[in-house]
């Protein structure tokens, strides 16, 4: 039986709440003529994704997420750390792969503009579109808004079909719907019955062990799989 399956509190509650969210007005910002709608003061829960694949992987998560913290941007939950196989472009090292919620007051584009300094700050630099990089940081979730402009989409394109996103994702969750927050997220995938059963259409639990994603631990300062020490 699957894990959807057995969550049927949980799950009833979610399709409440995903039928509300979908049935209400939302706020959707879009870029001005002069600038950007911004968020201020009040703080936001976001989600944000990291991922690496040039040099110590382990290091430069951590500097991000230092990083971060100095930036105005409080880490409140990590999820699990995965190694993945390259999508898109293949001809490239695996990928270290995670996901944070936080809390900022940032405004949306403030806080793309002050991930995209955090990534320059670890060495990345213009290359190829899916290729090598030191660290890639992008906003999954904001708050209880969408945003559409030329510099930024929320939520990120094409979540629901990324295992290597929806992996940590899921572990970030966890099994409850805690608040609206987390419910509008829901209500954002492709699937009648929220970011649960997009996992479990992509194949869940079943994927990760596989060559292309293994859950990885960390002990001291290495990454293991099983009894495998990683680079």
Avoid at 1 to 13: A, D, G, I
């Amino acid at each position: 039986m699957s894990l959807f399956k057995r969550l049927m509190p949980t799950k009833q509650v979610l399709v409440d709440a995903v039928k509300h969210f979908r049935g209400s007005s939302l706020c959707f910002l879009h870029s001005a003529p002069d600038g950007h709608v911004e968020l201020h003061s009040q703080e936001q829960e976001v989600v944000i994704a990291l991922g690496s694949n040039v040099g110590n992987r382990l290091h430069n998560f951590n500097q991000a997420l230092h990083l971060m913290k100095k930036s105005g941007i409080t880490i409140t939950r990590h999820g699990c750390l995965y190694e993945t196989a390259p999508a898109n472009v293949t001809d490239q090292p695996h990928f270290l792969n995670s996901v944070v919620r936080a809390v900022t007051k940032l405004g949306p584009h403030e806080l793309l503009g002050v991930l995209e300094k955090i990534e320059k700050d670890i060495g990345r630099t213009d290359g190829i579109r899916y290729g090598p990089r030191p660290i890639d940081l992008d906003i999954l979730f904001y708050g209880k808004f969408g945003i559409n402009s030329d510099q930024l989409t929320v939520p990120y394109e094409r979540i629901w079909e990324r295992p290597f996103v929806m992996a940590p994702l899921m572990d970030l969750l966890g099994l409850d719907v805690e608040n609206d927050t987390v419910a509008y997220w829901h209500s954002l995938s492709i699937h009648s019955d929220g970011l649960f059963e997009s996992w479990e259409k992509l194949g869940g639990e079943y994927l990760i062990g596989k060559e292309e994603m293994k859950r990885v631990l960390l002990v001291g300062n290495h990454l293991w799989v099983g009894r495998k020490r990683l680079m």
